[in-house]
């Protein structure tokens, strides 16, 4: 069984420029949660997408946003980048929203030029 | 003051030793996760609980609601342990997550 699926691993942007990472769960799980890793803030709870609905947002500004596909595929877009942006954006999935065990995905690393 | 307090920051320990980490936490929860994180930021769900106790070989999960407090342990720690162990609550439909502690097993 696949296990959870981000794209690209890599990416370097440029200030201003906006970008959208992809990230695709495991089969048969429909909830899927965002998350963003930084030295400084460690780890932090980005939003959790439930079959296409957005169920919890964490304290992040409205140039982050997400959504989820009718395949639980799920994409996030962060808009007007920032340097303070770079960092590894982890996506997790689980058969339902609220207390799961979650499956991470590797992670996209982001770096901002 | 985060919610989600780890213990200890840093951990090195001889291969063969029994290892401690703490969590403690200041909210109300409805899950408690530990979690394992390799150089190269790949994450591992341990375990998930809300209550009592787990174990997957030779890893240990305690948790005590009343107190809000769970323990990591690693029975006959390896090298291959070595790695960052980070503690997260989830509450509100909200996760949170501790600071990690690092752990460097020495053969």
């Known amino acids: 069984k696949a296990g959870v699926t981000q794209t690209p691993r890599y990416l370097i942007k440029t200030r201003g420029q906006q970008v959208t990472l992809s990230c695709s769960p495991i089969?048969?799980?429909?909830?899927v949660s965002w998350y963003q890793q930084t030295p400084g803030q460690g780890l932090q709870f980005l939003f959790e997408y439930f079959s296409e609905t957005q169920r919890n947002k964490g304290n992040f500004p409205g140039r982050f946003s997400g959504r989820q596909f009718s395949n639980s595929r799920s994409e996030m877009n962060v808009s007007t980048l920032e340097l303070g942006d770079s960092a590894l954006y982890l996506c997790?999935?689980?058969f339902g929203p609220g207390p799961e065990e979650a499956f991470f995905g590797q992670g996209t690393r982001l770096t901002v030029v | 003051k985060n919610e989600v307090e780890q213990s200890p920051q840093n951990l090195t320990a001889q291969e063969g030793e029994f290892i401690t980490i703490n969590c403690s936490y200041s909210v109300g929860i409805s899950a408690l996760h530990w979690l394992q994180q390799h150089p190269g930021g790949g994450i591992v769900s341990l375990f998930m609980l809300s209550s009592g106790k787990k174990k997957h070989g030779r890893l240990i999960a305690t948790i005590n609601i009343q107190e809000k407090h769970s323990s990591l342990h690693i029975t006959a720690s390896h090298p291959r342990d070595s790695a960052v162990y980070i503690c997260a609550v989830r509450y509100n439909n909200d996760m949170r997550f501790g600071a990690g502690t690092r752990l460097t097993v020495k053969p």
């Open positions: 089969s048969g799980h429909r909830s």
């Open positions: 997790a999935s689980s």
